[in-house]
Each structure stands twice: as C-alpha cells, then as structure tokens.
C-alpha cells in the first residue's frame, strides 16, 4: 500500500540522495549488499539476546538503505541482475528479522504464542514475495495488497521497539496483527493473479 500512496513523496528525497552516492563511485548493487549485511547481521545479534531497542534502530537504519538503492538504480540505470540481487537480499533480511524475533520470543521472553506468530509471519513473507515472482515469471501481475515488504517492516519494528521501551506483550500484538493483514494480503495476490489468468485465457 505504501507504494502505491507514498512512492512519489519518498523519491523527491531519495532520489537526489542516490544521485549524490552515485556521483560518488557507489553502485545500486553495493548498496543493496551494504544494506542488506548490515541488518541481517543487527537482527541476528540484537533480537536473540534480547536487545530490543538497538536491534529495531539499526534494522530499520539498514533496511531505509533498500530506499537508496532503488533511487540510486533510477539514476544509473537497472539491470535483471540487480533487480533479482534486491530480490533476494529481501528476502535474506526479512527471514532473518522473523526468525531473530521468534527466537527473542521463544528463548528469552518464553512466550510461545509470539515465536508462532512470528514464524507464521516468516513464511508468509517469504510466500507473498514468491507469489508476486512467480506470476511474473508467467506473464502475470501479483503486486499490491495490504502489507508489502515496507507494511511489514513497519508493523515488525514498531512491535520490537515499543516493547523494547518495557510495554510488555507488543511484540505479540504487533505480529499476530501482521500474520492476520498477510494472510489477507496473500488471499488478494492469489485473486490477482486468478483474474489475470482469466483474462489471458489458455
């Protein structure tokens, strides 16, 4: 949803930040890996030991460079391989941000409704995004939906750092809420591409 209300506000900020990085010897793909290390990394070291704060702060300041390199990629021009390098390293970030909250709630909170949650949250993650590639790849169109990648990042972060600031069960809250907008979201990328498939016929 935010793409589709909120794409043109953020690129008359982002894109003469990526014009700036690009001038400056930086690649869309490099910052994708920048990116991409970096909050892998925060949320495997920060969630699991149950640094809630730093690890919400410092995915989400990794995760705003995915913002940058698709500005810095309108600039200096897309490739196939780098829109599928993105691709993956989203789905490497949001596999580890899910899995690194399951494993807070499971390990360190002991709350197991959360770490279901939060492993349902994982998988449909990984389910949407596949969906959207793999009717591509048939010729269809899959995107939209109630909570894409940004939706999702959002809601998780928002959970991690309000509980971080001692309110106790928003992480569960915020990933129940989420699993429940991912099925629906899923649900209405299946129907887009049934409708499509109708309309391209047999």
Known sequence: MLNIFARASVSRVTDPIGAALVRAGLTPNAMTLIGT????????VFFPTGMLLAGTFTVWGFAMLDLLDGAMARVKGS?????????????LVDGALFASIAWWAFVVEGNLRAAAAALICLVLAQVISYVKARAEASGLEADGGLVERAERLIIALVGTGIQGLGLPFAVEASQWLLA???????????MAVSRGARRAGP
Do not use: E, K, M
């Open 79 to 91: 490739t196939p391989f780098g829109a599928v390098l993105d691709a993956t390293c989203d789905r």
């Open 180 to 190: 429940v907008l991912s099925v629906v979201t899923l649900v209405q990328r299946i």
């Open 37 to 44: 290390v970096g909050a892998f990394v925060c949320a495997l």
